[in-house]
């Protein structure tokens, strides 16, 4: 353990969630968003996805975005699926032995981590590579 502090470097950025939200909404995969638990106060984003997109073995698709004031963030792509679920995460915030922007892989985006491909800064640059990267994904899925 290197000491280093592992929490996010900020309060919640709910200005910015707005934006993600806004901007989100206009990208073919998203149906729907909502903040969680509620607008009042929200602790998550969720996308909520186009499932008709999906193969029928795919139930429901989501993506919850966290966003930090100091610009740290959760981005957690789930599929509930027939046999088990599916998901894996995009993280930026401080974490002993591991990069600053890591990924936690599919299928169960556990603790194990890897560099993060996400070249992106801004938090718009950051939600639509995610997105390009489940549009790869649905198109892996048909194939």
Known sequence: MTGRDETPSGPLDVPTLEVLAQRAATHSLVSTWKFRPDT??????????????????????????????GGDYTV?????????????????????????????????ASATVEPSSLEAEHHLGVCFAVLEWIEDRVRALHE
Do not use: M, N
């Open 76 to 108: 957690h792509y789930f599929e509930s699926r027939e046999d088990e679920p599916w998901q894996c995460r995009w993280d930026r915030h401080p974490k002993p032995e591991a990069p600053r922007e890591h990924y936690h892989p599919p299928p169960e």
């Open 40 to 69: 009042i106060s929200p602790r998550v984003l969720e996308l909520q996805l186009d499932g008709t997109q999906y193969p029928s073995t795919v139930r429901d698709v989501r993506v919850d975005i966290r966003w930090f004031v």
